[in-house]
């Protein structure tokens, strides 16, 4: 199959645009920076043949590639984030592309501590031969995830130039903040009007997901006894303290980021802020079954009460916020969607790999709003650091991938 497309050209353009979101700020979008990519993107569309292309006060880009068949085909959406996380700077990014990787160490010539090796990143020997796009070493590449967004460009490009590809009709969708858990907040369902989803924000080529956590998070609110320091005996009760006495009771050695793995869940903090008289501590819960986090949840609140036994005259609050939950739940029920993604996969050649997400995707909140929505490589690797990279090659396998997807569906409607 010959593709008509530049995969390589659009990312390394979308990468040099900053968009990194911000878990701090209170707007939608959380920085408007991420709108610069988004009227990129409106624009690229629209050149090459998507009509209806269209970025709206969110940054959201909505856009269609019209069916070429006379089939009842359900319409299928596929989806990726324009933001970049906020773990490393995405400002001034310069992409390298390490053409016909030989296996040796890449050393990043911007910051020469930053070193890619095959022996300690597995899949990058597999990569030899291939095209490894990387930074320059002062920044994250981007590849998270627009490697995804290049990637549906690229076959938006390749469908419209080949229209006797038989498929339906395509919705596009490219959201802001999704690094900061607010991926979806303002996506309009009733325009997107779509039946199915996927997400292109996956990893190693032929991984296919989907199965992420549930997700709560859980703010806990000490408030203490203030008095004069100078007069304080037997009568201040410091919330700052009751702050460090439930984070030194937290489990050692268990529900842990760092003591769990595979379908482990964990309770981590996540900041701590405050003053003497009231204090706070955040906290993400996780865990792939949804009933576990209630569990978890409830550990974490008789802990607090054996805090509070040392301060009799203070009270806390315990406040939890779903997040997402588990995509399974609702794809469980749609098993073609996840079996398509397969057959797809397997036509290219590739075996496909099937492992949970320790995390969530956009597709876990969309699954939930109505589009049950996996998740597809891309081939990003060592996301959010600056040892970012992605193979071109895995890149065109996925818009290979995506082109059959789109086939099968037409072929099993």
């Not at 490009?157 to 858990?181: F, M, W």
């Not at 009760?237 to 050692?252: F, H, Q, T």
């Not at 997400?357 to 990003?380: A, E, H, K, Q, V």
């Not at 090659?393 to 072929?411: C, F, P, R, Y």
Request: aromatic share 8%; net charge negative.
């Amino acid at each position: 199959m010959k593709f008509d497309h530049n995969v390589l050209d659009r990312f390394l353009k979308y990468v040099k645009i900053d968009t990194q979101s911000d878990p701090t700020s209170k707007t939608a979008p959380t920085t408007e920076k991420q709108k610069d990519l988004s009227r990129v993107l409106v624009e690229d569309l629209k050149a090459i043949g998507v009509t209806d292309a269209e970025t709206d006060q969110y940054g959201y880009v909505y856009g269609t590639i019209p069916a070429t068949t006379t089939k009842n085909v359900p319409t299928i959406c596929f989806c990726s984030h324009v933001d970049t996380a906020p773990d490393a700077s995405g400002t001034n990014v310069k992409p390298i592309v390490h053409r016909n990787y030989d296996g040796s160490d890449i050393i990043l010539p911007d910051d020469t501590t930053q070193i890619l090796s095959t022996e300690k990143m597995p899949y990058l020997k597999e990569k030899i031969g291939d095209d490894i796009i990387t930074s320059s070493g002062t920044t994250l590449l981007g590849s998270d995830d627009k490697s995804g967004v290049a990637i549906i460009m690229a076959l938006a490009e390749h469908l419209i130039k080949n229209p006797q590809i038989k498929h339906g009709k395509i919705r596009i969708l490219y959201t802001p903040d999704e690094e900061v858990g607010r991926g979806v907040n303002h996506v309009d369902m009733e325009k997107l009007g779509a039946d199915f989803g996927y997400t292109l924000d996956g990893g190693e080529a032929g991984t296919m997901e989907d199965e992420t956590f549930s997700a709560d998070g859980v703010k806990v609110t000490f408030k203490g006894v203030i008095i004069h320091p100078g007069y304080a005996k037997g009568k201040l009760e410091n919330a700052l303290k009751m702050v460090g006495d439930l984070l030194s009771l937290l489990p050692k050695y268990r529900l842990s980021p760092e003591t769990t793995n595979k379908r482990d869940g964990f309770v981590h903090p996540t900041s701590i802020g405050g003053i003497s008289e009231e204090a706070f501590a955040t906290f993400i819960v996780r865990d792939f079954t949804t009933a576990n986090l209630e569990k978890y949840e409830n550990e974490l609140r008789k802990l607090c009460d054996i805090v509070m036994k040392n301060y009799p005259n203070s009270t806390y609050e315990f406040e939890v916020k779903e997040q997402y939950r588990n995509m399974k739940e609702i794809l469980d029920k749609h098993p073609q969607v996840a079996a398509f993604a397969e057959k797809a996969i397997e036509r290219t050649g590739y075996k496909v790999v099937k492992e949970p997400i320790r995390g969530g995707t956009d597709g876990s909140r969309l699954s939930f709003m109505g589009l049950p929505c996996p998740n597809i490589y891309t081939g990003m690797q060592q996301i959010h650091s600056k040892r970012e990279w992605v193979s071109l090659q895995d890149m065109e396998k996925a818009v290979e991938t995506l082109t059959h997807l789109v086939m099968i569906w037409e072929e099993e409607s």
